[in-house]
C-alpha cells in the first residue's frame, strides 16, 4: 500500500511544516496546564473499580465484542473523584509481573496530549490488572462507520479523524513511545466535544511485544511473521485507518489494492461522501485538512453538546440538591414514593412468606412511619434492619436512608447509600442527585457540580 505510506508522510508532514510550531506550542501548553491540575499517577483500590463498574457489571461493558473481548473496557462511575472512566481489564496471564504492568501505567500516564484519552491510573491487586483512563461518551470511529448507517460522517471530519490520529501518534513518538498494539478504528474515540481522540490502552507494550488482538486480515505483515509489532507496522495500521475513512467499510488492505490495481476506484470509496473527494486529489485534500476550522465537531457528527450551562435549569430535586436543602429532598422523596421498585413487594409474593420476609417488611414500613413523621435517627435503624434482612434490596430505602443520614451530619455514610441506590438503579437521576446533595456536605463542590450534570443527563434522557 505505497498509497497509505505517502498519506501517513504527508499528515505528519503538515503537522511538522504548515503547524510545526503551532502544534508543538499547543502540545506544550497542554501538557503545562496538566501538570498543573493533576495530583499525581493514581494507584486505585479494586474494591473501588468493582463499585465503579457496579461489580464489573455487563451492562457497563463497552468493548467492541462485550465480554468476550480479550481484555473487557467497562464504562465506570467514580465515586469519591465523581464523573466517568473507561475501565479495561486484562486478562490475568497478560502481565504476570505486577512491577512490569506498574511501571508501563506510569510510563503511559506520563504522556498527556488533548489527542489522546489519556491515562488516569491504574489497579494492580493480587492477579487483577485494570487500567483507568478518561472516558469518551461519543463511542468509537468503528461504530460510527460499520454499526450506525443514519447519519454518514462529513469528509471535513472524516480529514479531522486522520489529522487529529497522526497528531497523536507524532506526539507519542517524539516522547519515546513508537509502539501502538492493535491500532485500528475501534481505538479512535470521540470525547464529549466530538473531537477525535487515541486511546491510551494501545500504548502498553508488553515485554515480548507481543499484541493483544488483532484481525487478522488487518494485521501487519510483521505481526503474521513474528506474532510481534515494530514501528513500521503502525504506519501499516494507520493505513487501514485511512482506508476506513475513505470507504466506510471494513476493507482487508490485500483487497483494497486489488481495487486500485484494477482502477476501481469508485467500489473503494464509500457512496455516501457523493463525490466529495477525488481519489487522484486525495493527497492534496489531506495536506490543508482543515477547511472548516472553525466547525465544532460535535455539528460534525451530529452529536448533543452535553456540557451543562451554568443557567441550565434543575429539576426541583437537582435544585434542592444543589443548595443542599435537606427539607426540600424530605418533601420529595416523600412524594416520589416507591414508584421506581413498586415490583418488589409483588416479586416477594411469589415467593414462600416466612417470618423472616414479614418482618422485614414491616420494618421497612416502620422506617416509612419514622421518615414522614421526620424521625430520622428511627428510620436508620428501621431501614437498616429492612436492608440486613431484604430478600430483594430497594433503591428507595437506600435514598431515604441516605437523607436521614444527612440529616444526621453522616455525609460519608449517605454518600454510600447513594452509590448503593445508583447500584441497585443503575439509570435512576435521583442516585445521582442525592450522591451530589452527599458530596456538597463533604465540601467537595467540584466532584458535586460534576455528578449534577451526570444526574441532569439522566433527567433528559
Not at 515494530?230 to 486489488?258: C, M, Q, R, W
Not at 429492612?386 to 455514610?413: H, W
Request: proline share 4%; with cysteine.
Amino acid at each position: 500500500m505505497g498509497a497509505r505510506c505517502t498519506i501517513l508522510d504527508l499528515c505528519c508532514r503538515h503537522s511538522n511544516v504548515e503547524s510545526d510550531a503551532s502544534s508543538a506550542s499547543h502540545n506544550e501548553k497542554y501538557e503545562e496546564k496538566e501538570t498543573e491540575k493533576l495530583s499525581g499517577f493514581r494507584k486505585f483500590r479494586l474494591e473501588e473499580l468493582k463499585a465503579a463498574t457496579l461489580g464489573f457489571s455487563m451492562d457497563r461493558i463497552v468493548s467492541e465484542d462485550g465480554e468476550n473481548a480479550p481484555n473487557v473496557v467497562y464504562k465506570g462511575h467514580l465515586v469519591v473523584d465523581g464523573g466517568w472512566v473507561a475501565v479495561k481489564r486484562f486478562k490475568k496471564s497478560d502481565w504476570p509481573d505486577s512491577r512490569q504492568f506498574l511501571d508501563e501505567a506510569k510510563a503511559v500516564w506520563q504522556l498527556r496530549s488533548d489527542r489522546m484519552a489519556n491515562l488516569i491510573g491504574c489497579c494492580c491487586e493480587g492477579d487483577e490488572r485494570l487500567l483507568v483512563a478518561e472516558f469518551m461518551p461519543h463511542e468509537t470511529l468503528a461504530k460510527h462507520f460499520f454499526h450506525w448507517h443514519n447519519q454518514p460522517m462529513r469528509w471535513a471530519m472524516r480529514l479531522r479523524v486522520a489529522l487529529y490520529s497522526a497528531q497523536a501518534l507524532d506526539y507519542c513518538n517524539s516522547k519515546g513511545r513508537t509502539l501502538y498494539h492493535d491500532l485500528n478504528s475501534y481505538r479512535v474515540l470521540f470525547d464529549q466535544d466530538g473531537n477525535p481522540r487515541l486511546s491510551c490502552f494501545g500504548l502498553m507494550n508488553s515485554k515480548d511485544g507481543k499484541i493483544y488482538s488483532a484481525n487478522l486480515a488487518f494485521a501487519p505483515p510483521e505481526y503474521l511473521k513474528s506474532g510481534g509489532v515494530v514501528p513500521e507496522s503502525i504506519v501499516y495500521s494507520f493505513g487501514t485507518i485511512l482506508l476506513n475513512l475513505l470507504s466506510g467499510k471494513h476493507i482487508p488492505p490485500s483487497h483494497a489494492l486489488d481495487l486500485m490495481r484494477s482502477k476501481k476506484l469508485l467500489m473503494l470509496m464509500d457512496s455516501c461522501l457523493d463525490g466529495q473527494p477525488k481519489f487522484r486529489s486525495l493527497v492534496a485534500s489531506l495536506a490543508p485538512l482543515q477547511k472548516e476550522k472553525d466547525v465544532s465537531s460535535h455539528v460534525f457528527l451530529g452529536i448533543v453538546h452535553e456540557t451543562m450551562s451554568p443557567n441550565q435549569k434543575l429539576s426541583p430535586l437537582g435544585e434542592a440538591c444543589s443548595k443542599l436543602d435537606l427539607t426540600a429532598i424530605h418533601a420529595i422523596l416523600e412524594k416520589v414514593g416507591y414508584r421506581d421498585d413498586e415490583g418488589v413487594s409483588s416479586e416477594l409474593s411469589f415467593h414462600i412468606w416466612t417470618d423472616q420476609i414479614q418482618e422485614s417488611l414491616n420494618c421497612r414500613k416502620r422506617g416509612d412511619t419514622a421518615f414522614r413523621a421526620k424521625d430520622f435517627t428511627t428510620a436508620i435503624a428501621c431501614y437498616t434492619q429492612f436492608i440486613d434482612g431484604a430478600t430483594m434490596l430497594s433503591p428507595t430505602v437506600f435514598a431515604r436512608r441516605c437523607l436521614c443520614y444527612l440529616m444526621n451530619n453522616k455525609s460519608q455514610e449517605a454518600l454510600s447509600d447513594a452509590v448503593n441506590a445508583q447500584a441497585q438503579s443503575p439509570d435512576w437521576p435521583t442516585a445521582f442527585y442525592l450522591q451530589a446533595a452527599a458530596l456538597f456536605s463533604l465540601e467537595m463542590n467540584k466532584v458535586a457540580q460534576e455528578t449534577l450534570k451526570d444526574a441532569s443527563s439522566l433527567s433528559a434522557k
